[in-house]
């Protein structure tokens, strides 16, 4: 039974190890869309530089410029965003 256990810490902690490059080029390209999102939407912003997640299809969008704006869906499905 404990090697059974050692066997799937292993396997879990080789999951997280091997995903660590992966979240960060979704980071990075988070970034790039709320960027593109926020610029189609005509707010000024410049580049996203830093995002935190809210929930699904929300994030507080900080900018290069340090304003930060809630890019999220609204119940009609479109994306808004809104100065905090």
């Known amino acids: ?16 190890v091997a995903n660590l490059p992966v979240r960060a080029a979704d980071n990075a390209a988070l970034l790039r869309d709320l960027t593109s999102v926020i610029a189609l939407l005509g707010v000024p912003c410049g580049k ?3 995002a935190t997640r809210q929930g699904d299809n929300d ?17 009609e499905g479109r994306v808004v965003a809104v100065k905090q």
């Open 59 to 75: 994030h507080i969008a900080t900018c290069q410029d340090g304003s930060n704006y809630r890019v999220y869906l609204n119940a």
């Open 48 to 50: 996203v530089v830093s």
């Open 1 to 16: 039974m404990s090697l059974r256990i050692f066997i799937s810490v292993l396997a879990i902690g080789a999951c997280a």
